[in-house]
């Protein structure tokens, strides 16, 4: 038997028609466009037809998989009849390919160089010489697939039609055609209707000595999605109006190629948002997403994305530490959160989550929920792949896919045991390594810029508190933590930009922990101090200031406790001197059952 090219598809898909199966197409030319994506002519064996191919597959370009003459079994697409640069007459007619399966990478021309290119002319010639299944015979190849029937030949069964193949212009009586967002160009007038999915804050930056204002937003449709921005006056008119969740018709914005270098868009083009810009509330929202996922396959081929890509993923949490706070280089506190995620793959992979995205997570997010996120980037340490937070990044419990299906599935069979068995390789408080003190020193973790951090079962031996700071004078708005500075009247924090009437006292302990391999200093913030002093800060200034026996007592008792810790990790410089600094992140009681447990693991594992 042989397989065939789908002779008629095009026009057929020209004509709006929905196909009842997969086309299957031959590639005659590739070309690169400046903005990295690939446009293509594609033929069914009769016509040709212009196309574009999502950047998703522009590794199989890359990879010299996909080519000039490739045979592809096209399994999603949307066409868009673009109009020309006045409106009056058609313009270019495209094939925006979105999934596909390389049938045969390299093959004979199947096609002659004569053969029409479409739009119109090209189908009123085939219709008027009438070529449809007779008069033309699609030219035979070697059979690759089987499975999938040539497009012309009846099916013996009814199969369902084919989802998301083209994108009709939708009309709208008062504001005419509405164009997908795949549709956009720089050189056509249209209107989209769309979903606002991001919204950022709104900026103020001065510029020429003048006070400017910015934000951006991402757009969702059926069929695609972009970024949006606005600046100076036309911000200040759009960002009240738009609000996350809501759609919106929107025309009159300009539209460019995206910038890479100043975004993590992946569309091709982007919009900005002009004074005169039209901005309508849409009272129909039904058919519009509220996301559009693009999640890799799963999480063990995160070892194949390559470092500072933006991608989306989607897992199960198997473990979520509390909020903690670090000092950034430039003394200001910063909010932290450490996470593990799996999938049916069994590879945990870390993220970590920064400022007022790690609060928002553990207001929102459990262990053992299966979420989706958006706009991760990718980073590695010591050879293993890790994830960060963008400024951008945003998740949904369960979203509806069928990757979650899958990944429920697995962890209802086999999630719980894995999940135990990482919480007791990892002391079951965040995604960091365990090793001993000394480990840690040799190992030179947390050096070359990079922090690190890891978990280690250590004694404090003495917390400095004779001389030098236990604490300082802190901000009393819930959240903010900026050290203060005293003022008439009151005391002015430089974050909040408001005078307060009074201030908290928040620990900042120096402190020497021992194991059985070494020791080092270690600082400690109000979190993890108040952990190990049992009392908070300000009833030890108190007994600093009113009764010197109990000021004392305090830290008697807190010495020569044992505890599992997470330690932080980074370089630090000092009048030019820089430094390794160790940071206690987190504090639990040793759990002598599951420690044990931890020991037999590895004793296990061991080989002879």
């Not at 029409?116 to 002319?121: G, N, S």
């Not at 810009?277 to 996922?293: H, M, T």
């Not at 005078?499 to 194991?515: E, K, Q, S």
Request: with cysteine; proline share 4%.
């Amino acid at each position: 038997m042989t397989t065939m090219l789908s002779a008629g598809f095009l026009v057929d898909v020209y004509d709006k028609k929905i196909p009842n199966q997969l086309p299957r197409l031959q590639i005659s030319k590739v070309q690169q466009l400046p903005n990295d994506r690939f446009r293509m002519i594609i033929t069914d064996g009769q016509v040709k037809a212009l196309s574009l191919l999502t950047s998703h597959w522009n590794h199989l370009v890359n990879d010299g998989k996909l080519g000039q003459n490739s045979i592809i079994l096209l399994k999603e697409w949307v066409t868009s009849n673009m109009p020309s640069n006045d409106g009056t007459t058609e313009g270019a007619f495209i094939v925006v390919i979105k999934d596909l399966e390389v049938v045969q990478t390299s093959s004979r021309p199947l096609y002659i160089e004569e053969h029409l290119v479409l739009p119109k002319e090209a189908s009123d010639k085939i219709k008027a010489q009438k070529v449809v299944q007779n008069s033309v015979q699609p030219i035979s190849v070697p059979p690759q697939n089987t499975r999938n029937q040539p497009y012309h030949q009846p099916q013996k069964t009814v199969q369902k039609p084919i989802m998301n193949q083209t994108t009709n212009y939708q009309q709208n009586s008062r504001l005419g055609k509405i164009y997908p967002i795949t549709a956009l160009t720089p050189y056509n007038k249209w209107t989209i209707k769309a979903r606002v999915s991001y919204k950022s804050e709104l900026k103020e930056f001065e510029r020429n000595g003048k006070i400017n204002h910015s934000f951006n937003i991402d757009l969702i449709d059926v069929a695609g999605e972009i970024r949006c921005s606005a600046w100076g006056d036309s911000a200040v008119k759009f960002y009240p109006m738009l609000e996350v969740g809501n759609v919106y018709y929107i025309s009159k914005a300009t539209v460019r190629c995206t910038q890479k270098k100043f975004t993590s868009a992946t569309s091709t083009y982007e919009m900005n948002l002009k004074s005169d810009s039209n901005v309508e509330l849409c009272g129909d929202d039904n058919g519009v997403p509220f996301y559009r996922w693009n999640f890799i396959d799963d999480l063990s081929k995160l070892q194949n994305v390559s470092n500072d890509t933006i991608i989306d993923v989607l897992g199960l949490v198997a473990s979520s530490s509390e909020v903690s706070t670090i000092t950034t280089r430039r003394g200001n506190e910063l909010e932290k959160i450490n996470v593990t995620l799996l999938d049916h793959s069994e590879t945990p992979v870390d993220l970590t989550l920064w400022g007022q995205t790690a609060i928002k997570w553990a207001n929102s997010i459990v262990p053992k929920t299966i979420v989706g996120i958006k706009n991760l980037k990718v980073g590695e340490y010591k050879g293993k792949k890790q994830l960060q937070s963008t400024y951008e990044v945003r998740w949904e419990s369960n979203p509806s896919s069928d990757r979650t299906s899958s990944v429920l599935s697995w962890s209802l069979q086999v999630g719980a045991q894995k999940i135990d068995s990482l919480s007791r390789s990892r002391f079951s408080g965040g995604s960091a390594p365990s090793m001993s003190i000394k480990e840690a020193q040799d190992s030179g973790l947390g050096s070359g810029g990079v922090s690190a951090n890891f978990w280690c079962k250590a004694t404090v031996t003495m917390i400095k508190h004779n001389g030098g700071t236990l604490m300082y004078q802190a901000c009393p708005k819930e959240g903010c933590n900026k050290k203060i500075s005293e003022e008439s009247g009151g005391f002015y924090c430089p974050k909040c930009c408001e005078t307060y009437p009074n201030f908290d006292y928040r620990y900042i302990l120096g402190m020497f922990v021992a194991d059985n391999t070494g020791s080092q200093f270690m600082t400690a913030f109000n979190d993890c101090g108040n952990i190990l002093l049992g009392v908070p800060a300000h009833m030890v200034q108190q007994a600093n200031e009113t009764d010197p026996t109990l000021f004392e007592t305090y830290f008697a008792d807190a010495s020569f406790q044992t505890w599992n810790m997470m330690v932080g990790v980074q370089e630090s410089t000092y009048e030019g001197v820089t430094r390794l600094k160790y940071t206690i992140k987190a504090l639990k009681q040793p759990d002598l059952v599951q420690e044990n447990q931890r020991l037999i693991d590895a004793i296990n594992n061991l080989t002879m």
